[in-house]
């Protein structure tokens, strides 16, 4: 009966040690600063990253054949943003010669479009933009004249330019045949980083489908033979007509592959919240 009396004790005292340990351990995890709290706390997962639509948005600007641009994007989903571009650039060259002709042209390039940025994998920045370009007055003016006396060609046909009356020429091509044009591109980076962070250095290549440029070109003056005895008015004569007409076909066909309009770009871009995410 003793033993099993002081078995008993020994199993209460353990118990009662037990007990006490736990108590000690519950108040270490819970001391008056907060820091056990804290440290458990710490060691829960982050809460998932919103992907509202509208509740982040971007701007940027970059570089590319269609002119000098400015993005705005807006998160849609996880998957997908919104984007919109604005391009411009003017650019005057002068004295520039060919054929005979010595020009100065002026290029302006204004267009704008959206598109729809597609991440199949949002955590990395392989995208898939399909959009559309919904305003495009992207063209160039020439205007060119002959020296008197000098020569120029037209479809392989030289003639010579009056001294008393040269001749001068207008050229216009247009790269807007369709003003409202469909875009493909794919790319690299994301303006509204899934990842966290703001900044963001995007490239984009692709194509712009505009249609085969408009290209129109007029003549005037007076235009002689090599003596300058014989001459006529270069916009009356059906001979230097019908050259003009074909040498135009040949510059269209020259520049039919611009149909396919390119796109390459790289810019930056910086992020932010619009509106608290849940």
Not at 27 to 37: C, H, I, K, L, P
Not at 71 to 77: D, E, G, M, V
Not at 102 to 131: C, E, M, Q, V, W
């Amino acid at each position: 009966m003793k033993r099993l009396a002081s078995l008993c004790l020994l199993l209460l005292s353990a118990g009662a040690l037990s007990a006490q340990s736990s108590s000690l351990t519950l108040v270490d995890s819970t001391d008056s600063d907060g820091a056990g709290v804290h440290a458990m706390r710490s060691w829960r997962p982050e809460p998932a990253s919103s992907y509202r639509p509208f509740s982040r948005t971007a701007f940027g600007g970059g570089i590319s054949p269609m002119g000098v641009s400015l993005s705005s994007a807006t998160i849609l989903n996880r998957y997908m943003n919104l984007r919109g571009t604005g391009n411009i650039f003017n650019y005057s060259v002068n004295n520039f010669t060919t054929n005979g002709f010595t020009a100065n042209g002026k290029l302006n390039l204004a267009s704008a479009g959206t598109s729809i940025d597609i991440y199949p994998f949002p955590n990395h920045g392989l995208r898939f933009s399909p959009g559309v370009l919904f305003y495009n007055q992207n063209r160039m003016s020439a205007v060119a004249t002959v020296a008197a006396g000098q020569s120029f060609t037209l479809n392989n046909a030289t003639y010579y330019s009056s001294r008393s009356n040269p001749v001068t020429a207008t050229a216009n091509l247009g790269l807007n045949t369709r003003k409202q044009a469909l875009t493909a591109t794919t790319g690299w980076g994301n303006m509204i980083s899934r990842r966290g962070g703001h900044w963001s250095f995007p490239v984009e290549l692709g194509a712009a489908f505009i249609g085969s440029p408009s290209l129109n070109m007029t003549l005037a003056g007076t235009a002689c033979d090599q003596t300058g005895v014989y001459c006529v008015d270069v916009a009356q004569n059906q001979q230097i007509q019908a050259n003009l007409q074909a040498q135009v076909a040949k510059y269209r066909k020259d520049l039919d592959p611009l149909k396919t309009y390119p796109i390459a770009s790289f810019g930056v871009a910086y992020s932010f919240k619009t509106r608290a995410g849940r």
